[in-house]
């Protein structure tokens, strides 16, 4: 039997095209690209029975787990810039925080991270009452944060750092975290999809598929905790 919060996911894939396009600020921002990626996500929490917890890294404005959000499911977003996460905080009713993450590695002997080591997305031409910062970012691994708020159990986390996604993986505790599922934007300028696949098992998940091609040199991935 489908839960009702289910029910509404059902609703949003079938209204999808027309109900997505509410989550951009206008027309100059919305799309096509990611919007199989947006649709995957949705249709994976479909076959989860009851609403679940999210996490979204290198959130931006948050738009992969919006719709999600409004099916029920409560979550965090971690976005390094400071106008797009201060828009998160405005918009979402889930937690936002605003760091870098980072390895337990690089947090020794780091505590910041410059726009020269991460690639932070500015969108300061559409939204201009949210500018983002201008040269360096607070840094933590993301185990600090999912002590900070007691996160147990993700069932989604999705990972966008622009080629840093190992750098970020290796500041989770594995075992302090359960994470079922990863979305990851594999960035091929920075590492293989085979270094990206031998990591992955080596913390015990399967690459399932190629969720979503977005360029050249980028596209999404789901791997599921084996």
Not at 29 to 57: C, D, M, Q
Request: aromatic share 12%; proline share 3%; glycine share 4%.
């Amino acid at each position: 039997m489908r839960t009702k919060k289910n029910q509404e996911l059902q609703f949003v894939l079938s209204n999808l095209k027309d109900m997505e396009k509410e989550i951009f600020i206008n027309n100059e921002h919305y799309n096509e690209s990611g919007f199989e990626t947006r649709k995957y996500v949705l249709e994976l929490a479909s076959k989860i029975n009851s609403p679940g917890f999210f996490a979204e890294v290198g959130a931006c404005m948050g738009t992969d787990t919006k719709l999600l959000e409004a099916c029920g499911w409560t979550g965090i977003l971690i976005e390094p810039s400071k106008g797009l996460a201060q828009y998160c905080r405005d918009t979402r009713n889930c937690i936002v925080e605003n760091y870098a993450l980072v390895s337990h590695e690089f947090y020794k002997s780091n505590k910041k991270i410059s726009t020269q080591e991460i690639n932070c997305f500015s969108i300061n031409h559409i939204l201009p009452n949210y500018p983002p910062n201008t040269y360096e970012f607070d840094a933590v691994p993301f185990s600090v944060l999912s002590k900070k708020h007691d996160i147990k159990k993700i069932n989604i986390f999705i990972l966008d750092v622009e080629g840093l996604e190992i750098e970020v993986m290796n500041g989770i505790d594995f075992e302090e975290v359960e994470i079922d599922n990863f979305i990851i934007e594999c960035n091929f300028n920075n590492y293989s999809l085979e270094k990206l696949d031998e990591y992955m098992i080596s913390k015990g998940y399967k690459n399932i598929c190629l969720v979503e091609k977005l360029g050249k040199n980028h596209s999404d991935y789901h791997y599921k905790k084996m």
